[in-house]
């Protein structure tokens, strides 16, 4: 994983939904070519196709056969988690705030996350990688709010008055227990918000 600036990728879970569906009991040997030349997404210029197609290739990579059958299947607070660790599984900068801000708060009983800590990661993060501190302040700002929004529709954060209360997403069993099957226990622990790392 390395650091990147993710300003243009959306959550897209109504996306990743659609072509979970679309693969249910179809044997796709190039997923890229299938979303480049089948309607299954929705999009507003050729650009839009290609960057959403890109984002999704690159999330579907990281799920395997029954993670994406949960989230063809699931019930929508499965689904953004599902959507939610494929991105994680993806972005260094996401990883890291779930395990350095989010998890690390609840562990120490904190349910909550400030603002200023979200300033402060993304400062910590700048003093400690290269790529960060190469990104404008513009980015980081513009990072701060994609990281927030990200882990508010994967469910662990929710927004309240002046920071964010740490809130443990909702997940079907099966899901559960599949993740704990093939993930580390370190991502295990901080993906459900469990002591153990």
Known sequence: MIYRAILEEAFLNLEMIQVA?????????DLRQVLLKEEILDYSS??????????????????????IEELGEGDIAT????????????????????SEVI???????????????????MLEKARQVEEVNNWTEGTKKRMKSKIVEFSIKGGYLKKEKN??????????????EHIRKIESNELVSMLFLEKGI
């Not at 689904?79 to 779930?98: R, W």
């Not at 920071?163 to 559960?176: E, M």
Request: aromatic share 16%; net charge positive; proline share 1%.
């Open 21 to 29: 569906q679309y693969m249910k009991n179809k044997k796709i040997d």
């Open 46 to 67: 050729a650009n839009n196709l290609k960057r959403k197609v890109g984002s999704l290739i690159k999330r579907f990579n990281s799920l395997d056969s029954t993670l």
């Open 79 to 98: 689904t953004e988690f599902i959507t939610f660790y494929s991105i994680v599984k993806n972005e260094k900068i996401l990883f890291d705030f779930l």
């Open 103 to 121: 998890y690390s708060n609840y562990i120490k009983l904190k349910k909550y996350v400030s603002k200023e800590e979200i300033d402060n990661f």
């Open 163 to 176: 920071d964010y209360t740490i809130i443990f997403p909702s997940v079907s069993k099966r899901t559960v």
